[in-house]
């Protein structure tokens, strides 16, 4: 089973708050915290890596703080102890969003972005000439759709743990007109799994997209009213 859950971080949040959350989160988590130069960056990160530990504490039945995580070689956050590889889980945050994903079965990633104005022709250097060709194509909508794009590559690479690793152009999607999405792999000895993609309207100024190797989305997304300490 996999479950969606996001939080809208617009509310201002006291001061003793941020001690709070502080105070569960490891000394690693802190540094990496510290290392954001924008204070916006740094609360982000730090409700994110937060809400993610109220969250699995849920599915493990411990106390948020108590929560070992570690990383794989590619950056990847996930559990220190072997015995809880069966949940895998991802965060993404974007503008006032923070998403976190969890499953009981299979790998998963996910991306939020906000969209804002940028010139596509970076998609040059990021996209595959497929995916270029499609953007270019696109007589309306072309921002919308370089989000898409750029939102399904992220998810992808973060449900195979790779991250910046992983060149963005060694893949490519494609979209017929009942809306489902196919990704092709050019290096298939990589990658030997099938992946399926969701796309979710959590908010109309956002690109959401949720990548896992399990076709079983969740319908809805669990969204938190209240940041509960």
């Not at 599915?59 to 070689?73: A, C, G, R, V, W």
């Not at 690109?207 to 997304?221: D, E, G, R, T, W």
């Amino acid at each position: 089973m996999v479950k969606i859950f996001a939080y809208n971080f617009k509310k201002v949040l006291h001061k003793n708050d941020f001690k709070f959350i502080m105070g569960v989160l490891s000394e690693s988590e802190k540094r990496r915290i510290d290392s954001f130069k924008r204070k916006d960056d740094q609360v982000r990160n730090m409700l994110g890596r937060y809400l993610l530990r109220k969250i699995l504490s849920k599915y493990l039945d411990i106390f948020p703080e108590k929560i070992e995580l570690t990383s794989n070689d590619y950056g990847k956050p996930i559990f220190s102890n072997d015995k809880f590889n069966n949940i895998n889980f991802n965060v993404s945050y974007s503008g006032d969003w923070i998403v976190v994903v969890v499953s009981e079965h299979g790998k998963i990633g996910v991306d939020i972005e906000k969209i804002r104005p940028v010139n596509i022709t970076i998609s040059e250097n990021c996209f595959a000439k497929e995916e270029i060709l499609y953007l270019y194509n696109q007589k309306v909508r072309k921002l919308k759709t370089f989000y898409k794009i750029w939102t399904l590559k992220e998810s992808f690479v973060k449900a195979i743990g790779e991250g910046l690793f992983c060149s963005l152009k060694s893949f490519y999607f494609e979209f017929d007109r009942s809306g489902r999405i196919k990704i092709r792999i050019k290096n298939k000895v990589k990658d030997n799994d099938t992946w399926y993609f969701k796309m979710y309207n959590i908010d109309k100024s956002y690109k959401m997209a949720l990548c896992q190797n399990k076709n079983s989305f969740p319908k809805k997304i669990n969204i938190i009213n209240n940041f509960v300490i």
